[in-house]
């Protein structure tokens, strides 16, 4: 069973920042490519960035220059940090593996809140 656990969502004003984290067991971490992912209320989830295992980044358009991926391959670990937030940021943010169609199932996610 693919097991990857986010934190790191909150309450956030526009403009900014928050650094979510994506604990994986070290065979997936290794073995897969990792994306980020979120679903907004009323919409489908859709891919935010991913890291393949070559370190190769992709990143969707509407958050390309704002949002940045790291790992700590020592703690499994991947970051997603998160700069100039706007309220159309705000969904539930989950992690899994590379491509989407690959994944069986989905964790609880964390929630990411950006509003004044």
């Known amino acids: 069973q693919v097991q990857l656990v986010e934190s790191g969502g909150g309450l956030v004003q526009p403009g900014g920042s928050l650094r979510l984290s994506c604990a994986a067991s070290?065979?997936?971490?290794?073995?897969?490519?990792i994306g980020w992912y979120r679903q907004a209320p009323g919409k489908q989830r859709a891919l935010v960035a991913a890291?393949?295992?070559?370190?190769?980044?992709i990143y969707a358009d509407s958050v390309k220059g704002r949002f940045t991926l790291s790992r700590d391959n020592a703690k499994n670990t991947l970051y997603l940090q998160m700069n100039n937030l706007q309220p159309g940021d705000s969904a539930v943010y989950y992690c899994?593996?590379?491509?989407?169609?690959?994944?069986?199932?989905w964790g609880q996610g964390t929630q990411v809140t950006v509003s004044s």
């Open positions: 899994n593996i590379y491509p989407q169609s690959w994944v069986r199932s």
């Open positions: 070290r065979s997936i971490f290794s073995d897969n490519a």
């Open positions: 890291i393949t295992t070559r370190d190769s980044e």
